[in-house]
């Protein structure tokens, strides 16, 4: 039985898609068997970021009831599997939310890991989609707002007996308005799990359509999204540093 890992947060446009299909990519990359499904039903980007935005079958018809998961399931070229959103206004009549439950049941028959992209806030999506899985990862920016609404999601987790791995702190630019790591730690009263700062690689994979963790693995944020997806797996992390350093011991004695 694979596991399923809810990424979330109390606001939108804070990086949940971005961490969601970086996490993917490099979870597949330690080959693990994942998929990433674009839970956030009202408005869904993950196929955007991954340029599968105008597939034929999506999330959606399966919670009509209209598609099996698997029709509706694509493959990346980087290893893992996407379950996108329809992209379409129309796209919600007749949507049955409360089915997500039985979907991620059956995908984690399948895969290793089942990340699901969600939807902010604490709306009804939102609430069946932390019901649908054990495991979530709050990601916030280190702002007041950001943080506060982080909060509202994490309270409502929690209730709801979720285990929630830890915080994400994303797009830190350094700034002396900016909230420490400590600051965030202690208003949220969970562990930062990773800080990833601001990168302009993160823009410019999602206009080439795919995510930073291959588009420039030596990238700041990219880095830290890998050591994130290997803490995730309790692998151990090597940077190309730490390898050319390994490397370099080995041929010294010999090996």
């Not at 509202?152 to 797009?171: D, E, S």
């Not at 900016?178 to 600051?183: D, M, N």
């Amino acid at each position: 039985m694979g596991r399923c890992i809810l990424i979330t947060s109390g606001k939108g446009g804070v990086g949940k898609t971005t961490l969601t299909s970086n996490l993917a990519a490099s979870l597949a990359d330690m080959g693990y068997a994942t998929v990433a499904v674009d839970a956030n039903l009202t408005t869904p980007n993950l196929g955007i970021h991954l340029g599968m935005h105008l597939v034929a079958r999506t999330l959606h018809d399966v919670l009509r009831g209209e598609e099996k998961i698997e029709r509706a399931m694509y493959p990346h070229p980087l290893g893992f599997k996407i379950i996108p959103g329809n992209i379409s206004v129309n796209s919600l009549q007749n949507v049955k939310y409360e089915r997500l439950g039985g979907v991620v049941l059956k995908l984690l028959s399948q895969f290793d890991f089942v990340l699901l992209d969600s939807p902010a806030g604490l709306g009804e999506d939102t609430k069946t989609a932390i019901d649908s899985t054990n495991e979530i990862i709050i990601i916030t920016n280190p702002d007041m707002p950001s943080v506060t609404d982080a909060l509202k999601t994490i309270k409502h987790a929690t209730k709801r007996y979720k285990k929630v791995l830890g915080i994400v702190v994303n797009r830190i630019r350094g700034a002396s308005h900016e909230l420490s790591i400590k600051e965030v730690e202690e208003m949220l009263g969970l562990p930062v799990i990773a800080a990833i700062p601001e990168d302009s690689t993160i823009s410019k994979s999602i206009a080439r359509k795919t995510p930073a963790v291959s588009f420039n693995s030596g990238s700041s944020a990219s880095k830290e999204m890998n050591r994130l997806a290997h803490r995730i797996a309790q692998r151990h992390f090597y940077t190309n540093e730490d390898r050319n350093s390994l490397r370099k011991f080995f041929k010294i004695f010999g090996f």
